[in-house]
């Protein structure tokens, strides 16, 4: 059981085998096996995070990605032309490459354009195995999954073309106002209901977070940037295959990689264990906390500090933060943010029933409210006439 000494004993001895070379830190955790045993899951889990290439803990992969790519090619510039894609503006820098408002001048529409990393030439069955799992993606046909509407190759240039989206990430919906609890409970439906597809295709996703999630004027919400999806087995376990190519700039990934955007990581993922939809069931139990609590389950000052948090402590009660929100919401939002993945939801879709009936118990109550008649004046005056 985690209490606040066992935080502060694995935050001390993090730092102490991270000042270590090779050959002291192998003793030292040798030491630690003997003296902590109940801590040397998490503390090699930290270690290896924390000497991961281009200080990968303090680097979502979608930056490290973005910054690569930013390096090893030009920036297009509006007008310019890839294939039968003509480049209007820059959007940003995307999970997987430079990303581009382009219009499509075959079908006369506008396509949002990423361009991939030249790795991606020089690693042939890296490439080959993200085209499998990304024509997996661009089957998936659901009203809250980015549409791909073409993978393909030009002078040696890997590209995606996806729709383009004008709307904004919950991210940037987040820092502006606090969200109300019916736009909460909406968002929450619709990415659970796009995860719910994914996987029944075999997809899970590995890096639900605000940015990754984009919502349209019309109230539309659209969960983005498969870069890290992986498919699974054909089993009833669901488990993540070894071929892992969410991690293009760092060649091929193997148990103890970590994966993913930090904050956001389930335990397992924070651990490189093998994976299935119940990291995905986490993620996403972090994304409804924030939304409703206006802060993080796990708020930390670094990485590591994130890290520990994730793999040790409790996020706050819900409570605490937004009173107003309904019991039941709470605890669906416990059941996902469960450390062991036996005890949390075993799948998407159980949590996604939990949030409908939820919705639809609100929906009655509040007509059920509505329906009652208006006290009239008149019935107060003759109540308090035969009152005084």
Not at 206 to 231: C, H, S, T, W
Not at 312 to 333: D, T
């Amino acid at each position: 059981m985690e209490t606040p000494e066992s935080m502060q004993q694995l935050e001390k001895l993090f730092h102490e085998a991270a000042g270590l070379g090779p050959r002291e830190r192998s003793d030292f955790m040798a030491r630690v096996r003997d003296s902590n045993p109940e801590l040397v899951v998490e503390l090699e889990s930290l270690i290896a995070a924390h000497e991961r290439p281009d200080g990968f803990i303090d680097s979502p992969v979608y930056e490290t990605a973005a910054e690569s790519i930013a390096k090893a090619q030009p920036a297009l510039v509006a007008g310019q032309v890839v294939g039968h894609y003509q480049i209007i503006a820059p959007l940003g820098k995307g999970g997987m490459g430079e990303v581009y408002l382009a219009s499509d001048t075959k079908l006369d529409r506008k396509v949002a354009l990423k361009l991939l990393p030249v790795e991606f030439t020089n690693h042939k069955d890296l490439l080959r195995r993200f085209i499998q799992e990304a024509k997996a993606a661009s089957s998936l046909n659901h009203p809250n999954i980015i549409t791909i509407h073409e993978i393909g190759e030009i002078d040696s240039v890997h590209f995606i073309a996806t729709e383009f989206i004008d709307g904004q990430t919950l991210k940037q919906r987040m820092k502006r106002a606090r969200l109300k609890f019916a736009d909460v409970l909406d968002v929450s439906i619709q990415v659970a209901s796009a995860l719910e597809a994914a996987h029944a295709a075999g997809l899970v996703h590995r890096d639900i977070k605000p940015e990754n999630i984009m919502q349209r004027p019309d109230g539309y919400v659209k969960v983005l940037d498969f870069g890290l999806a992986k498919l699974t087995e054909k089993s009833s376990q669901s488990k993540v295959l070894d071929s892992e190519v969410g991690t293009m700039l760092r060649g091929h990934t193997k148990p103890g990689t970590v994966l993913g955007t930090v904050d956001y990581m389930s335990p397992e993922q924070a651990r490189g264990q093998v994976l299935d939809q119940r990291t995905d069931v986490f993620s996403l139990g972090i994304v409804l906390y924030e939304m409703a609590a206006g802060r993080m389950p796990f708020a930390a000052a670094t990485s590591v500090d994130a890290l520990v948090s994730i793999l040790e402590k409790e996020p706050p009660p819900l409570y605490e933060y937004a009173p107003e929100i309904p019991a039941e919401f709470q605890r669906i939002i416990s059941k996902a943010l469960r450390k062991d993945r036996e005890e949390r939801y075993q799948t998407i879709k159980d949590l996604l029933i939990d949030l409908k009936t939820l919705k639809e118990e609100l929906s009655f109550t509040q007509k059920l409210e509505r329906s009652k008649p208006p006290r009239s004046s008149a019935g107060l005056s003759t109540r308090r006439a035969a009152t005084e």
